[in-house]
């Protein structure tokens, strides 16, 4: 199907997130929207799918003018979105959602249930899917999820598909699994949108690109082009976007030290025998989602209660048992990887978020105060919004900063899950700097990421993560791309 895009523009309040973009998707090509953080792809994207009511412009599709606003009538006019986060039903089974997706009466039995069932198989095997039917949704993994939602989209006849940062979370198998997909239905004749900033699956999956600045269309390129070339037409260089390696900063005496863990969650079980680290070091937590990563983590923040005789001491403060507020006390600091639900309260200002960071003042704001710490914190951390924005006006990267600008600013230990997601080449290296900067004052810092990049040029350490046994500590130094992809897969042995 032909998607034109016709000089469309949508504004949220004073930020013109989008002004008068045209763009055309092909039948049959793979089309890349790049942008910087806050460049205005995710209004693009929305505005294509029905999520969101455009302003001004239209949408054609194969000529043919699409009314705004309504994701159900986009649907029916053939356009879907894979969205980041799946929109399924964790207590159904795989067949059931897939059925509940599907038009017609929700029963599902006799006849009804054969033909989804063959329809399932059918498009499962097309596209060399591994998804069990009988498996509940809330057990599988995000790639699983991530298939299933778009066999569901595919079984109401999608003929646009479009992709918010479809590889973030899943496994290279299933990464492989999706562009092959992808790359079938292009050949079927669909047009593809891919919102992504991960330039090397836009390399190897897309045919053209378009690129956004600050809600405009700034360029167009066919592909292959090279990484370089697409950077510097994203932010104007290229040299920006070239990831620093840290000094080494770590030091001798150790931050923080777990002895003897053992936390659970459902049905996860994660031992910690011996975990330190060091002042001004950077330890990496690599593995699958869901391998154990984020128990550590939350066993280091106070957010998870450590069994038996457990000790956990940051700095010179033995923490193991004491609520939260001790945790904070000792310098400890925990950034999730949900911003806009865990990190940041959705409907709060950023005004109200500093506000809420300020030692309490008795019944009394400083109202003058918080202002300014605010307009500061907006200035110092480049964050493209103002006071009163609230943080689900945010993109995601002005998410992220936001988060950051409301650390305090002595830490001990600063733990981080996936600190650069979504984030574009070079908010991704200024998030880095301000990182090092604290590693530099001593503050230890872990990490988990799904990033090998990232967790390969950043860590001093990488402990790498399966099913709740994590390896030893290797330096990130000893590591190559491949070695930590074996380990990553189950050998954790490997780290010997
Ligand atoms: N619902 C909303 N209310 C207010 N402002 C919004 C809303 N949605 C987006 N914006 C603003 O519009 C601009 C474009 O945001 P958008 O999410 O489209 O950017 P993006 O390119 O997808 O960013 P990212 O790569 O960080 O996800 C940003 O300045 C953002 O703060």
Redesign the pocket.
């Known amino acids: 199907m032909r998607v034109e895009l016709r000089q469309i523009s949508k504004s949220?309040?004073a930020?013109r997130?989008?002004d008068d973009v045209s763009l055309t998707l092909q039948a049959g090509s793979i089309h890349g929207l790049l942008?910087?953080?806050?460049?205005?792809?995710?209004?693009?994207?929305?505005i294509l799918s029905g999520l969101?009511r455009r302003d001004a412009g239209a949408v054609l599709l194969d000529g043919k003018p699409m009314e705004g606003g309504d994701p159900a009538r986009a649907l029916a006019a053939g356009v879907g979105m894979l969205h980041q986060e799946p929109h399924d039903f964790p207590e159904l089974t795989v067949l059931e959602s897939f059925a509940a997706a599907r038009p017609g009466p929700f029963w599902f039995l006799g006849k009804r249930r054969r033909e989804v069932r063959d329809r399932f198989f059918e498009l499962r095997q097309r596209f060399g899917f591994t998804i069990h039917p009988e498996e509940r949704v809330g057990r599988l993994s995000m790639g699983e999820r991530q298939q299933l939602e778009l066999l569901g989209l595919l079984s109401l006849g999608v003929r646009t598909l479009i992709l918010d940062e479809p590889t973030t979370g899943i496994s290279d198998e299933q990464r492989d699994a999706l562009f092959g997909a992808l790359k079938q239905l292009a050949k079927d004749g669909c047009s593809i949108l891919l919102?992504s900033?991960k330039l090397p699956d836009v390399l190897a999956l897309c045919d053209r690109v378009s690129i956004?600045r600050q809600?405009k269309l700034v360029g167009e390129a066919e592909l292959p082009i090279t990484a370089d070339r697409l950077v510097e037409m994203m932010f104007g260089s290229s040299a920006a976007a070239r990831p620093e390696k840290p000094a080494g900063v770590a030091r001798e005496k150790v931050a923080v030290r777990l002895e003897r863990a053992l936390v659970a969650r459902g049905r996860l079980q994660l031992a910690m025998n011996d975990f330190t680290a060091h002042e001004g070091e950077i330890v990496g937590l690599a593995g699958l989602e869901g391998s154990g990563q984020a128990l550590l983590l939350q066993l280091c923040a106070g957010l998870l209660p450590v069994k038996g005789d457990a000790r956990l001491v940051v700095g010179d403060a033995s923490l193991a048992g004491l609520p939260y507020r001790d945790f904070l006390r000792a310098g400890v600091s925990y950034v999730p990887a949900d911003r806009a639900r865990e990190g940041l309260i959705g409907g709060f200002t950023i005004e109200e978020h500093v506000a809420l960071r300020a030692p309490a003042q008795g019944l009394f704001l400083r109202a003058k105060e918080t202002l300014e710490a605010a307009e500061r914190a907006i200035e110092t951390f480049r964050i493209?919004?103002r006071p009163g924005?609230?943080a689900?006006?945010?993109?995601?990267?002005?998410q992220q900063r936001t988060q950051l600008a409301l650390l305090p600013a002595q830490l001990k230990l600063l733990l981080m899950e996936h600190p650069t997601r979504?984030?574009?080449i070079e908010s991704t290296q200024w998030v880095w700097q301000q990182l090092i900067a604290r590693c530099k004052t001593g503050t230890a810092i872990v990490f988990a990421s799904s990033d090998l990049d990232e967790l390969l040029t950043y860590s001093d350490r990488v402990i790498v993560f399966s099913g709740g046994h994590a390896s030893r500590p290797v330096r990130a130094a000893e590591l190559s791309m491949d070695r930590l992809g074996r380990m990553i897969g189950g050998h954790l042995e490997e780290a010997s």
């Open positions: 949220f309040g930020v997130a989008n942008g910087e953080n806050g460049a205005g792809k995710s209004t693009l994207a929305g969101v919102v900033h956004l809600g493209r919004g924005t609230r689900e006006q945010l993109s995601g990267g002005n979504g984030l574009d």
